[in-house]
């Protein structure tokens, strides 16, 4: 094949793929937005509520974990101290 032709096809694929990438991310932006409408989004107190909810959860889990842990440097600090 030519040189000058081979260049041109190239060119030309090269061309074409930008046009289809461009097509797929629109097609792209087209379905995310689709999806988005179908989504059921909580209220207002739903979300404060749920928002608590984690709050007080993790603050408790903290809670926990510190007091384990407190227990556990006293258990060491006697094994160790003898």
């Known amino acids: 094949m030519n040189v000058r032709i081979r260049k041109f ?12 990438r461009k097509l797929y991310m629109f097609e792209f932006l087209v379905q995310v937005k689709n999806e988005l409408a179908k ?3 909580p209220s207002r107190s739903e979300t404060v509520r749920y928002t608590l909810t984690v709050i007080v959860f993790s603050l408790v889990v903290a809670a926990i974990l510190g007091a384990f ?5 006293r258990v060491f600090e006697v094994i160790l101290a003898r």
């Open 69 to 73: 842990d407190y227990l556990l440097l």
């Open 9 to 20: 096809v190239n060119s030309r694929l090269s061309a074409d793929r930008q046009i289809l």
């Open 39 to 41: 989504v059921v989004w």
